[in-house]
């Protein structure tokens, strides 16, 4: 029996040591925002079901992420297993070989039930090429106090117009609470997005239909102008540094009367653990100006896998438990319903306890209503909601919201951003040969 015991104890070590030397780990980039910082809390749900994979995070803030994954996969460095890429980057990045398909996610996954809107945008000729984490419109976060000693009522579909006017009534800066929030800080991403989902309901455009910069025409210049004018008037200081954290960060302390910003916001500011005014916020659709199109976007944060990685296996392996039904659970199991990632799969919003969570008709209904192939008044060469679904965008955009940032800071002019803009966008045009 000792003898018998021995070789057991013996053949166990060996066991634990193959499985050392065998066990993978797997580096992961991917966004500072909240839910992303969950789900780090939870991986060890994944790790003890899969005991041969390691995990590595590399958590970086938004405009960083994207420029360290896009200079990583496009010079194949392979530093990453995982990357958390968004709806912009997937089918270029796809067309261009760089990321391994999901189409084997494993019996359970059911790659059929995510949203038809997000699961489009994340494919190519019907191949998912990343798994979304969270899907995210716009819409409008608002204080009912404050709207209510301003003596109005948010519509559920409300105009600019209408967003101005409360605004500039709930603002009392002496009290540094300021009627509106919305993103100033730079980037193609961050202020870009707002701004280009903003233009498209004010009838402006990126280019017409032969791919001429649209930014010499008045559409522009209301928008530009209209954003700038609000924030002055309405805004928190310091907004041409804030992004979706800053913003939400004032909102949660009670400084914002409204944010309008993505819909996967509204679990963090009805919080009541870190939220002031939880039990105060009302939602609403993101504006429109009567034109036919709402300031919304469309948006996923995804999990996607470079086609440079050496553990592909074990990279699907926990993209498919990332972003599975039985995640959707697990957060609602320890973080409650409210805290589920929003936006990925109809069994979410057919499921009973979710449809009792105050925003979650509201983010679908936004969700549902942006239309990235025919996101602006008068049509259109590109598709995207808040960007344009071609490899220059992004440096692009970049460039010009560095431009706008700096009309907001009142370093420049609306005119001279706009004319920098279109000076910007004619020579990155006349280099991608979309233009003679």
Same mark, same amino acid.
Do not use: H
């Given at each position: ?171 009392? @800066?002496? %009290?540094?609470?300021? /009627?509106?929030? *919305?993103?100033?800080?730079? &980037?193609? !991403?961050?202020?870009?997005?707002? =701004? ?79 939220? @002031?005014? %939880?039990?105060?916020? /009302?939602?609403? *659709?993101?504006?429109?100006? &009567?034109? !036919?199109?709402?300031?919304?976007? =469309? ?95 992004? !440096? ?41």
């Amino acid at each position: 029996m000792k003898l018998n015991a021995g070789i057991l104890t013996g053949a166990t070590a060996l066991t634990f040591l193959a499985t050392a030397v065998c066990a993978e780990t797997l580096t992961i980039a991917t966004v500072n925002n909240g839910d992303m910082v969950r789900m780090q809390k939870l991986t060890n749900d994944f790790t003890s079901k899969n005991p041969g994979i390691d995990l590595e995070w590399v958590t970086l803030e938004e405009n960083v992420l994207r420029q360290r994954v896009t200079t990583d996969i496009a010079t194949k460095g392979g530093q990453y297993d995982v990357m958390t890429i968004g709806t912009y980057e997937v089918p270029i990045w796809a067309k261009q070989d760089w990321l391994i398909a999901l189409n084997d996610m494993g019996k359970d996954y059911d790659a059929d039930d995510i949203i038809p809107a997000i699961r489009d945008g994340l494919s190519v000729d019907g191949t998912l090429f990343a798994a979304p984490f969270y899907g995210e419109s716009s819409m409008v976060m608002y204080r009912k106090d404050l709207m209510d000693d301003a003596g109005l009522e948010m519509p559920d579909a409300p105009s600019w117009e209408f967003i101005a006017n409360a605004a500039r009534e709930m603002t009392d @800066k002496d %009290a540094e609470v300021y /009627g509106i929030c *919305l993103r100033g800080k730079a &980037g193609w !991403g961050e202020n870009m997005a707002l =701004l280009t989902a903003t233009a498209n309901s004010f009838g402006a455009r990126w280019f017409d239909m032969d791919w001429k910069p649209q930014f010499d025409t008045k559409p522009w210049k209301d928008t530009l102008d209209f954003y700038i004018d609000l924030m002055n008037d309405a805004g928190p200081p310091g907004a041409p540094s804030n992004g979706f954290n800053e913003n939400l960060s004032l909102f949660q302390s009670g400084k914002c009367g409204m944010w309008i910003d993505a819909t996967v916001a509204a679990s963090f500011v009805t919080n009541p653990k870190d939220s @002031k005014v %939880a039990d105060k916020v /009302g939602f609403a *659709l993101a504006p429109d100006n &009567g034109l !036919g199109k709402r300031g919304n976007w =469309l948006w996923a944060w995804s999990l996607a896998i470079p086609s440079g990685t050496e553990k592909a296996e074990a990279a699907k392996k926990f993209v498919a438990w990332a972003t599975s039904k039985e995640y959707l659970a697990l957060v609602a199991e320890n973080e409650g319903w409210a805290n589920v990632p929003p936006g990925t799969r109809t069994s979410l919003y057919e499921n009973p306890e979710y449809a009792k969570v105050p925003f979650a008709k509201m983010t679908l209904e936004s969700i549902n209503s942006a239309d990235p192939t025919k996101p602006t008044v008068d049509p259109v060469p590109y598709v995207g909601v808040q960007f344009v679904a071609i490899p220059e965008f992004q !440096g692009l955009a970049t460039a010009i919201g560095q431009q706008f940032s700096a009309a907001l800071a009142g370093k420049v002019s609306s005119e001279q951003a706009l004319a920098t803009a279109q000076n910007l966008a004619s020579r990155e045009m006349k280099r991608g040969g979309y233009l003679k």
